[in-house]
């Protein structure tokens, strides 16, 4: 079963069910999905579907989103709105890949600064380049760029 069909299960069994929070998040990265894919067709044909690998940038976009309000409402001292925030991230976890821990990615960028024989900070957006096409959507790239700088310095 494809993430798509996955999402448009578990949005069905959120209506059935009555959960708004759920539906409501589903909904909208159901309409972010069509989003991309209307805007591909345009290049790659007029019956083009987001592939797995597609639809997880886009809900990976759309979690970052989260991410960043939260940290804007905590500066506002909204918490209301960040917990808010906090319990659509919850929803979309289950759609993204599994996180690398701490030392999976030391791990990723320690290869990555071998591999590309980087030997200090002017090397620094080869290094990044090679890290996150690695660990694309299993890490932070904010993570990561701390962890490329402080190996690099």
């Known amino acids: 079963m494809s993430l798509k069909d996955r999402i448009n299960e578990d949005l069905t069994a959120a209506v059935k069910s009555g959960d708004a929070e759920t539906r409501s998040v589903l909904r909208m990265v159901k309409a972010r999905i069509l989003e991309a894919e209307v805007e591909l067709r345009t290049k790659k044909g007029r019956d083009y579907q987001l592939n797995d690998e597609e639809v997880v940038d886009v809900i990976s976009r759309y979690a ?3 991410h960043q309000s939260i940290d804007a409402y ?3 001292e909204r918490e209301d709105l960040a917990t808010q925030e906090e319990a659509e991230l919850r929803v979309l976890e289950p759609y993204l890949p599994q996180q ?3 030392q999976e990615l030391e791990a990723a960028v320690q290869a990555a600064v071998e591999k590309t024989g980087a030997s ?3 090397d620094f957006g080869l290094v990044m380049r090679e890290v ?3 660990v694309k959507g299993r890490a932070d790239g904010k993570q990561v760029n701390e962890l490329v700088r402080k190996l690099l310095s």
């Open 64 to 66: 970052k989103q989260r």
């Open 132 to 134: 996150m096409s690695e």
């Open 120 to 122: 200090g900070p002017k």
């Open 74 to 76: 905590r500066q506002a």
């Open 100 to 102: 690398l821990s701490e």
